[in-house]
């Protein structure tokens, strides 16, 4: 038989693009509508989180008031030295985040120059190859 005989032989409906075309129309529709409600619900959902955040945030702040006895002068001293030390630990965080990104850059530069060299040996083997 021939392939032309095969092709033939199928019989394909008249309304089968129309339909593929509605289908298709419609999938795309679901779509849709599934990613709209999956973004209503991150909303919704980062909504409620926020409303809490900001619960404990206001209730951590009216529960660690000024202590009535103490003198305003000695509380703004405590302050600054306690910003003081945030600072401090704020930079040997960032320092020892910084040294370990850089070990891992150490790690790619190594990498990177075995990639170079296999590759300069790839090049020149199928250079030499094909030129002949």
Same mark, same amino acid.
């Given at each position: 038989m021939?392939? +032309? !005989?095969?092709? %033939?032989?199928?019989?394909?409906?008249? +309304? &089968?693009?129309?339909?593929?075309?509605?289908?298709? %129309?419609?999938?795309?529709?679901? %779509?849709?509508?599934?990613?709209?409600?999956?973004a209503r619900l991150r909303l919704w959902t980062s909504g409620i989180a926020a409303g809490i955040? &900001? &619960?404990?945030?206001?209730?951590?702040?009216?529960?660690?008031?000024?202590?009535? !006895?103490?003198?305003?002068?000695?509380?703004?001293?405590?302050?600054?030295?306690?910003? !003081?030390?945030?600072?401090?630990?704020?930079?040997?965080a960032l320092v020892l985040v910084s040294q370990n990104f850089n070990k891992g850059l150490d790690h790619l530069a190594l990498a990177n120059s075995k990639i170079e060299k296999a590759n300069e040996k790839f090049n020149h083997t199928f250079n030499n190859t094909f030129k002949k």
């Amino acid at each position: 038989m021939k392939e +032309d !005989d095969l092709f %033939d032989k199928i019989v394909v409906p008249a +309304d &089968l693009e129309s339909k593929l075309v509605a289908l298709i %129309d419609r999938l795309a529709v679901e %779509d849709i509508r599934s990613k709209r409600k999956a973004a209503r619900l991150r909303l919704w959902t980062s909504g409620i989180a926020a409303g809490i955040a &900001l &619960l404990i945030t206001a209730g951590l702040y009216f529960q660690s008031g000024r202590k009535p !006895d103490a003198p305003l002068a000695a509380q703004s001293g405590n302050r600054i030295e306690e910003r !003081d030390i945030a600072i401090t630990e704020t930079q040997k965080a960032l320092v020892l985040v910084s040294q370990n990104f850089n070990k891992g850059l150490d790690h790619l530069a190594l990498a990177n120059s075995k990639i170079e060299k296999a590759n300069e040996k790839f090049n020149h083997t199928f250079n030499n190859t094909f030129k002949k």
